[in-house]
């Protein structure tokens, strides 16, 4: 990173293709269209490129900074747009699905446990699980998620806290073990 | 419990801990609570428990490959926009008039009138983002309008209700200069469902005629293979 901050454009390179899939793979299911996760993802490594500076390693792996601008494009997205509606991605969905393991240690470690992560999130009770991701994924506030399943606010935060806390405990040991899966 | 905030007993502020680390609470709720998370050594360690997981959700996504396509935009655009330039480009910057429009009066004079013919021959000057913009209107063939901002010599386009390309194509944008065949850019882009989109036209403007745009197959072409849909006129 320290040679991306310089203006390294082949340092740039190699982060984009270290975090390129998963930053697409998190704007598609955010948005569910091809193209526009297209665009996210360009818009959110471009402002990468321009504000490298920014990044503090103290703050956490590159990798949570990538996804976290990512994530962060794709919700002001939703918001100029303002359009709301369902933009779940079928596992079928038009974007290549990356092949199986062919690569390195660190991404058959990265993909267990990625396997892990989504095994715990599927566990959850539905209700759980739901209100989680219309945040995280759909980038809905507690009280917009609130006036959409027609519940009181503090159930939507009591559902959010029961899920993480059910997904913290599930997850120690893998967050133990995890090596920097976001590196 | 000692070195907590008073005010707040623990099943209160407990309860947003979650929604803070979610990005689900609303801005005022979020100061209030990152305020709170100053007193609160309980919720500092709940969020950081939290934080943890919410970190990992990214990876519970459906894996799916980034296109060459993609990458191919983004290290072109990164190519044609060097650091240096880029964020300069970008920053906001202090606003301040350009020394030959504000050194003499009678020249501030001279140069508003001569400010004001350019904007009656269809062209705006705005300082809006502190440099001065030339807003530049495009003819749009069909649905929409759009317009080419230019600041510095880098140029924006913003386009609204404008149709989508083709099923299987993509817009490409063009520089085209007085004597030449237009010129391919890096920037390919579709639009939103209200037809929106804002593109930065990679490269500098100066000494370009035209930027045009046109749908093409789908990863671009080397030169247009349909009629431009938006044209902007810059000399």
């Given at each position: 990173?320290?040679?991306?901050?310089?203006?390294?454009?082949?340092?740039?390179?190699?982060?984009?293709?270290?975090?390129?899939?998963?930053?697409?793979?998190?704007?598609?299911?955010?948005?569910?269209?091809?193209?526009?996760?297209?665009?996210?993802?360009?818009?959110?490594?471009?402002?990468?490129?321009?504000?490298?500076?920014?990044?503090?390693?103290?703050?956490?792996?590159?990798?949570?900074?990538?996804?976290?601008?990512?994530?962060?494009?794709?919700?002001?997205?939703?918001?100029?747009?303002?359009?709301?509606?369902?933009?779940?991605?079928?596992?079928?969905?038009?974007?290549?699905?990356?092949?199986?393991?062919?690569?390195?240690?660190?991404?058959?470690?990265?993909?267990?446990?990625?396997?892990?992560?989504?095994?715990?999130?599927?566990?959850?009770?539905?209700?759980?699980?739901?209100?989680?991701?219309?945040?995280?994924?759909?980038?809905?506030?507690?009280?917009?998620?609130?006036?959409?399943?027609?519940?009181?606010?503090?159930?939507?935060?009591?559902?959010?806290?029961?899920?993480?806390?059910?997904?913290?405990?599930?997850?120690?040991?893998?967050?133990?073990?995890?090596?920097?899966?976001?590196? | 419990?000692?070195?907590?905030?008073?005010?707040?007993?623990?099943?209160?502020?407990?309860?947003?801990?979650?929604?803070?680390?979610?990005?689900?609470?609303?801005?005022?709720?979020?100061?209030?609570?990152?305020?709170?998370?100053?007193?609160?050594?309980?919720?500092?360690?709940?969020?950081?428990?939290?934080?943890?997981?919410?970190?990992?959700?990214?990876?519970?996504?459906?894996?799916?490959?980034?296109?060459?396509?993609?990458?191919?935009?983004?290290?072109?655009?990164?190519?044609?926009?060097?650091?240096?330039?880029?964020?300069?480009?970008?920053?906001?910057?202090?606003?301040?008039?350009?020394?030959?429009?504000?050194?003499?009066?009678?020249?501030?004079?001279?140069?508003?009138?001569?400010?004001?013919?350019?904007?009656?021959?269809?062209?705006?000057?705005?300082?809006?983002?502190?440099?001065?913009?030339?807003?530049?209107?495009?003819?749009?063939?069909?649905?929409?309008?759009?317009?080419?901002?230019?600041?510095?010599?880098?140029?924006?386009?913003?386009?609204?209700?404008?149709?989508?390309?083709?099923?299987?194509?993509?817009?490409?944008?063009?520089?085209?200069?007085?004597?030449?065949?237009?010129?391919?850019?890096?920037?390919?882009?579709?639009?939103?469902?209200?037809?929106?989109?804002?593109?930065?036209?990679?490269?500098?403007l100066n000494g370009v005629a035209v930027v045009m745009v046109t749908p093409e197959p789908a990863g671009g072409s080397r030169a247009p293979t349909h009629p431009a849909v938006i044209v902007a006129r810059l000399a």
């Amino acid at each position: 990173m320290a040679l991306v901050r310089d203006g390294d454009a082949r340092a740039f390179e190699v982060v984009f293709d270290r975090h390129a899939d998963a930053a697409f793979s998190l704007a598609y299911r955010m948005c569910g269209r091809r193209n526009a996760a297209e665009d996210l993802v360009q818009e959110a490594f471009l402002s990468l490129w321009r504000s490298g500076a920014r990044y503090d390693r103290a703050r956490g792996s590159v990798r949570s900074w990538v996804l976290g601008v990512v994530r962060n494009r794709t919700i002001d997205h939703f918001r100029r747009e303002a359009v709301h509606t369902s933009r779940d991605v079928s596992d079928d969905g038009v974007a290549e699905r990356i092949p199986s393991p062919d690569d390195t240690v660190t991404e058959v470690q990265r993909r267990d446990d990625a396997s892990e992560i989504r095994g715990a999130l599927r566990a959850l009770p539905a209700d759980q699980r739901h209100v989680i991701e219309l945040a995280y994924f759909g980038g809905f506030s507690h009280s917009q998620i609130a006036d959409m399943l027609k519940l009181p606010t503090g159930t939507v935060k009591g559902r959010m806290r029961l899920g993480l806390t059910k997904m913290r405990m599930e997850l120690g040991d893998t967050f133990g073990s995890m090596r920097e899966v976001s590196q | 419990m000692t070195d907590k905030d008073s005010t707040a007993d623990e099943r209160e502020c407990g309860a947003d801990v979650a929604a803070y680390a979610l990005g689900a609470l609303d801005p005022e709720e979020a100061a209030a609570f990152v305020r709170h998370l100053d007193a609160c050594t309980v919720c500092r360690d709940e969020l950081a428990s939290f934080q943890q997981v919410v970190n990992a959700l990214p990876m519970t996504a459906p894996p799916h490959r980034a296109s060459p396509r993609l990458r191919r935009r983004v290290l072109r655009a990164v190519a044609s926009e060097p650091r240096g330039a880029g964020a300069s480009g970008l920053s906001p910057r202090p606003r301040r008039m350009p020394g030959w429009l504000s050194s003499r009066p009678a020249v501030s004079l001279a140069a508003v009138l001569v400010l004001a013919v350019v904007v009656f021959a269809g062209v705006r000057l705005t300082s809006s983002t502190g440099d001065l913009t030339r807003v530049v209107p495009a003819q749009v063939t069909g649905r929409g309008t759009a317009e080419l901002r230019i600041t510095q010599g880098r140029g924006e386009l913003v386009v609204n209700r404008l149709s989508p390309p083709p099923p299987g194509e993509i817009y490409e944008v063009w520089i085209k200069r007085a004597h030449g065949s237009p010129a391919p850019t890096s920037a390919l882009f579709s639009v939103t469902a209200g037809g929106s989109a804002n593109i930065g036209v990679p490269g500098n403007l100066n000494g370009v005629a035209v930027v045009m745009v046109t749908p093409e197959p789908a990863g671009g072409s080397r030169a247009p293979t349909h009629p431009a849909v938006i044209v902007a006129r810059l000399a």
